[in-house]
């Protein structure tokens, strides 16, 4: 518990970009995920005079005000200080550059700063269990029924490989992935669109289906991953973009932004998150390219541009992993 009222707690978590796998994760089918630095998002709590206050970007005033729009987070400070006598009253601070509803993690990135802020503020151990735990509180409100792939990777520093219900694994890339990720004219609906998706996918009658399309395509983007085989990986974003066209998911804006992409020789381009409005990544083979996908986005209007390189990582140990009906050897460890 903290002496002085003085004392401040902080608190910081990380975006997050969907490689492969958005929507289909949410049935049972694999995604691939990284952990995006170039946002994110930072709390600071201490103590208040008279009453909890919040500050944020859109929203600066007494806590029991807040909009509705943030009651995941005011659940969130509540369950965890509410074994807590001291101070009675607090101010959170939130600073956040992650664009709110653009498929960058947001929701779970914010989740994770308040949870470490509140903890580091109260001085008590965070097991990551009980972390994830309470960032599915505001999850929950933001995504419905979410797959927890955003809350994982908002804390993880390495790509993984994510199973709904499953231990998440992390990936080594054998070499650099140069990224670039730009954000359309549109954020996007994600309630809204899980559940246009959720409709939509109780009339597919048949094994082969949008969802079970992209879970193959992203098994087989790990094992492009893998190999190093960065110009498979591109050509399987493409194509999954399509399929999430077919989903009823992209935009006019995302598909024009994807096409402009790979026009000036990206690998591999898609929109990335939910969808209906957003923002879309793609890949490039050096830092000639993606500066070129930088200029040609930005003449295409898109509203914001992050280009930044996700470096090899050290290989973690072998394991073995169940994919679909093979067993594949992968550079992957279990995280806990």
Known sequence: MPTQTDAVGRGQAHGKVILMGEHAV?????AISIPFRPVNANVA???????DVLNCGYYHGPLRKSPHS????????????????????????????????????????????????LYDFYHRPLPRKHLLELMNIQETHAHGTPSGVDARTAISRCPLWYVRGCRPLEISLPRPLFLVVAASNSPGRTLDVIRRV???????????????????????????????????????????????????????????LVKKALGVG??????????????IVA??????????????????????????????????????????????????????
């Not at 709590?45 to 009453?51: G, I, L």
């Not at 190999?227 to 992209?250: A, C, D, F, K, P």
């Not at 990206?266 to 923002?279: D, F, H, I, R």
């Open 26 to 30: 949410v049935y049972g089918e694999p």
């Open 45 to 51: 709590v201490q103590a208040a005079d008279e009453e």
């Open 70 to 117: 943030l009651k995941g987070l005011t659940e969130l400070i509540s369950v965890v200080r509410q074994n807590e006598s001291m101070p009675p009253f607090l101010s959170v601070d939130i600073a956040s550059n992650i664009p709110p509803a653009y498929g960058l993690g947001s929701s779970a990135a914010v989740a994770a700063a308040l949870v470490r802020a």
């Open 198 to 256: 959720h409709e939509n996918s109780r009339h597919f009658v048949d094994y082969d289906t949008p969802i079970t399309r992209l879970g193959e395509m992203t098994r087989q983007a790990v094992e492009a991953i893998d190999e190093g085989n960065y110009q498979e990986l591109g050509r399987l974003m493409t194509q999954s973009h399509q399929e999430l066209i077919n989903l009823g998911v992209s935009t006019l804006h995302l598909n024009s």
């Open 266 to 279: 990206a690998l591999g381009a898609k929109l990335t998150g939910s969808g209906g409005g957003g923002s």
């Open 283 to 336: 890949i490039a083979a050096d830092n000639e390219v993606q500066e070129r996908i930088v200029h040609v986005l930005a003449e295409a209007e898109a509203i914001r541009i992050w280009a930044t390189t996700v470096p090899a990582n050290q290989r973690l140990g072998d394991i073995h992993m169940r994919i679909g009906k093979g067993t594949l050897n992968r550079r992957c460890r279990k995280v806990h």
